[in-house]
């Protein structure tokens, strides 16, 4: 699955505008699949791996980005726009405190 650049503003525009067009078209609201994993390290840095029984990564640098942060935080002030309430639903709970200071 490709990933969007959530670092580069035009694309967050983009998919602003999107939701925007299907919340003006009376959706209810959006499933945001995997969001903790929106944006990345802008510099592309790769994620240390541990082995201990296994091999994993520990995800420092594409998990819980600021980039992803204030996507999400533009998808939630555009849904609080509608009079009728809209819903977002996240797949997985960001770890970080800062993005419930976007909320």
């Known amino acids: 699955m490709p990933e969007l650049n959530f670092d ?3 694309v967050k525009t983009a998919v602003v505008d999107v ?10 609201g959006f ?12 510099d592309l840095k790769n994620n240390p791996i ?15 980005q600021p980039a992803g942060i204030d996507f999400i935080s533009k998808i939630v002030k555009l ?7 809209r819903a977002l639903l996240m797949e997985h709970v960001f770890t970080s405190e800062p993005f419930s200071d976007h909320m």
Do not use: W
């Open 31 to 42: 499933r945001l699949d995997a969001a903790k994993h929106f944006g990345h390290s802008p």
């Open 79 to 85: 849904k609080n726009n509608y009079d009728t309430p």
């Open 50 to 64: 541990i082995c201990d029984t296994t091999c994993h990564q520990i995800h420092i640098f594409d998990e819980n």
């Open 8 to 10: 580069n503003d035009d």
């Open 19 to 28: 939701a925007k067009y299907y919340l003006d078209m009376g959706v209810d």
